[in-house]
């Protein structure tokens, strides 16, 4: 094979509220991605830049499958606004108006919601110790940690502090630190919420192994979780995020999120 075929990448490249991805098509194809090849991607001056990048795949348990890259190389286990985004991509490659999606987190559903919306089921919250994972046994409800934030876990960890203000916050070095504290063996995405209003929250994250992002569906769903544990809000809440507002409903049958997706642009990495 001429090795500047073999040298190219066709993606997507996709966002939700400003959570933006690169999207690789896998089906039919061999494997490609790498922890390598996702860090050269990543890079926002010499590759295409994203928060994440998504690897879609074949399977017999659903209409795909998704893998999670992190920026830094690492994989994550959920990402809520790319499997958001991929579900509208796949439904209007299809014609369906709902799709099934194999994820590390399980099988999640992703439905049309209508004007331009789509849900995705996240699963249900991971509320013990053990499952988010924390060190040790310990309340997940009010961790040990100035602050006393909340543990949850969406597929991946979660932490979520409480403020007054959450646009006062130093989110990156905040968020920063509270990644590799020892409480949290796989790391953590980090939240800063402030309560604004009746299931009205402004939320600002820090997600791990990509840092500051203008939105995460994951951390939504972790947020509007631990709202609700806390009685601050109902189990039907608004987000408010840097890049803009997603509806998140804690059900009987699990997480919903709702919002906005984007398809920006198609292109070819040359690596």
Same mark, same amino acid.
């Given at each position: 094979?001429?090795?500047?075929?073999?040298?190219?990448?066709?993606?997507?490249?996709?966002?939700?509220?400003?959570?933006?991805?690169?999207?690789?098509?896998?089906?039919?194809?061999?494997?490609?991605?790498?922890?390598?090849?996702?860090?050269?991607?990543?890079?926002?001056?010499?590759?295409?830049? +994203?928060?994440?990048?998504?690897?879609?795949? /074949?399977?017999?348990?659903?209409?795909?499958?998704?893998? +999670?890259?992190?920026?830094?190389?690492?994989?994550?286990?959920?990402?809520? !606004?790319?499997?958001?985004?991929?579900?509208?991509?796949?439904?209007?490659?299809?014609?369906?108006?709902?799709?099934?999606?194999?994820?590390?987190?399980?099988?999640?559903?992703?439905?049309?919601?209508?004007?331009?919306?789509?849900?995705?089921?996240?699963?249900?919250?991971?509320?013990?110790?053990?499952? $988010?994972?924390?060190?040790?046994?310990?309340?997940?409800?009010?961790?040990?940690?100035?602050?006393?934030?909340?543990?949850?876990?969406?597929? !991946?960890?979660?932490?979520? +502090?409480?403020?007054?203000?959450?646009?006062?916050?130093?989110?990156?070095?905040?968020?920063? /630190?509270?990644?590799?504290?020892?409480?949290?063996?796989?790391?953590? !995405?980090?939240?800063?919420?402030?309560?604004?209003?009746?299931?009205?929250?402004?939320?600002?994250?820090?997600?791990?192994?990509?840092?500051?992002?203008?939105?995460?569906?994951?951390?939504?769903?972790?947020?509007?979780?631990?709202?609700?544990?806390?009685?601050?809000?109902?189990?039907?809440?608004? $987000?408010?995020?840097?890049?803009?507002?997603?509806?998140?409903?804690?059900?009987?049958?699990?997480?919903?999120?709702?919002?906005?997706?984007?398809?920006? +642009?198609?292109?070819?990495?040359?690596?």
């Amino acid at each position: 094979m001429d090795s500047q075929v073999s040298n190219t990448l066709p993606f997507m490249k996709m966002h939700g509220l400003g959570n933006d991805f690169v999207v690789v098509d896998e089906r039919g194809a061999p494997p490609r991605v790498d922890a390598a090849i996702a860090t050269r991607i990543a890079d926002r001056h010499r590759g295409v830049g +994203f928060d994440q990048l998504a690897v879609m795949s /074949e399977t017999e348990n659903a209409d795909i499958r998704l893998t +999670f890259w992190n920026s830094d190389g690492s994989i994550s286990g959920a990402c809520g !606004n790319a499997t958001r985004c991929i579900a509208r991509h796949l439904m209007d490659e299809t014609g369906k108006t709902s799709v099934v999606i194999e994820t590390a987190r399980g099988l999640l559903q992703a439905k049309d919601a209508g004007g331009g919306q789509t849900s995705v089921n996240m699963g249900q919250p991971q509320l013990d110790w053990a499952d $988010i994972p924390l060190a040790e046994a310990m309340d997940t409800l009010q961790l040990p940690i100035a602050g006393e934030p909340v543990a949850t876990g969406m597929g !991946n960890p979660h932490c979520t +502090f409480f403020v007054p203000d959450a646009d006062a916050v130093d989110l990156a070095a905040r968020g920063a /630190e509270m990644e590799r504290h020892p409480l949290f063996p796989a790391r953590t !995405n980090v939240q800063f919420a402030s309560l604004i209003g009746p299931n009205r929250l402004r939320m600002r994250v820090w997600e791990r192994g990509a840092g500051v992002t203008l939105a995460s569906g994951s951390s939504s769903c972790a947020t509007a979780v631990a709202a609700a544990r806390r009685g601050l809000t109902g189990r039907d809440v608004q $987000i408010m995020l840097d890049g803009g507002t997603l509806s998140v409903q804690w059900a009987e049958d699990g997480v919903w999120m709702t919002g906005p997706t984007a398809h920006v +642009f198609d292109g070819v990495w040359r690596g």
